[in-house]
């Protein structure tokens, strides 16, 4: 069997879907958590496993979930990041009423 063979493939979906990390996915994302696995997939094929052909699909699989988990982790966190950062903002109002002084509040959308 080969790396991009439809039966890995959808092998290494369901391991990965059983990865606790993974399980985080709102099922709303599901679909599009899924177009950016296919698409490691190929990335992985083309810069990978088509340059290294001597290695046991085994090993190859083992590389290519810890890779990706690894991506989801730091996409994840930096996405938790970001959101935390975006809820612990004063708005643009409260700022501007603190440097310039101002004793009617601002109104101003976030941009």
Do not use: C
Not at 20 to 44: A, H, L, W
């Amino acid at each position: 069997m080969e790396f991009i063979a439809s039966e890995n493939v959808e092998l290494l979906w369901e391991i990965i879907m059983e990865e606790d990390i993974v399980k985080v996915i709102p099922k709303n994302r599901i679909y599009e958590f899924r177009q950016f696995y296919i698409g490691q997939i190929k990335q992985y094929s083309e810069y990978v496993v088509g340059r290294n052909t001597n290695i046991p699909l085994v090993k190859i699989n083992q590389d290519f979930i810890t890779g990706l988990l690894k991506k989801f982790n730091l996409l994840h966190n930096n996405n938790n990041n970001n959101n935390n950062n975006k809820a612990n903002q004063k708005p643009k109002s409260y700022i501007l009423q603190k440097k310039y002084k101002l004793t009617k509040e601002v109104n101003l959308k976030a941009s």
